[in-house]
């Protein structure tokens, strides 16, 4: 007679990040908590290159937290959200910052991107397992929200292509942190702690959502 069959996280050991990225987490989450919100979107333009478009993203908590949550609940769901969650966003975020870029009207830009972290939020707190397309949906539409937001300054920046490119790396830099602190789901404790983040991360959603509305 077989034993029982023992339940293991359904997260392949091959899409572990290294744990050297958890203090990169730490610094990331200090950052956000003490970014003043009115710098995300103040509407003054970004002015700069590269570094410019690096650090804008790190001054907005609101960005922060959506863009780690992407991370970390496509590390909850394993592959392949685990890698197509952190390429979709950044993607779809391009075509959302085309279009601010072109003038064109987007209603409720700003509670959109506080419902990003709320909604995302949740879906790591509850342990949501959606099917990729469905998770793939939510974090497309989020990121239209996301680039807009920025596209809409880009035009007055003195290099736009390297403000778009900074921005994009930092985005990326944020996935990987949520996808390095979601590798953590391989242990019980692990997984208590990352829907904990993702409980903190809904918190502050909503706080920002309450803000807007």
Known sequence: MQGKKRVTQH???TWLLPTWLLPGAIAF????????????????????????????????PDHIIAMVAVGLWGAFLGAPAIWALPVLF?????????????????????TGIAVSGLVLGL???LGVEAPLWIAALLVGAFAIFHGYAHGVELPEAAEPLAYSL????????LHLIGIGFGSLTKWKAGRIAVRTGGGLIAIT?????????
């Not at 900074?166 to 830099?173: I, R």
């Open 90 to 110: 950044p993607m779809v975020m391009a075509f959302g910052g085309a279009w601010g870029m072109l003038g064109l009207p987007l209603p409720f830009v700003e």
């Open 205 to 213: 959603g909503l706080a920002y959502l309450t803000g807007v509305l």
């Open 29 to 60: 989450g200090l950052i956000a908590a003490g970014a003043s919100p009115a710098l995300a979107h103040a509407g003054t333009g970004a002015a700069g290159g590269l570094m410019a478009g690096f650090l804008h993203p790190l001054t907005g």
């Open 123 to 125: 879906m790591v707190l």
């Open 166 to 173: 900074g921005f994009v790396v930092a985005t990326g830099l």
């Open 11 to 13: 997260l392949p050991s």
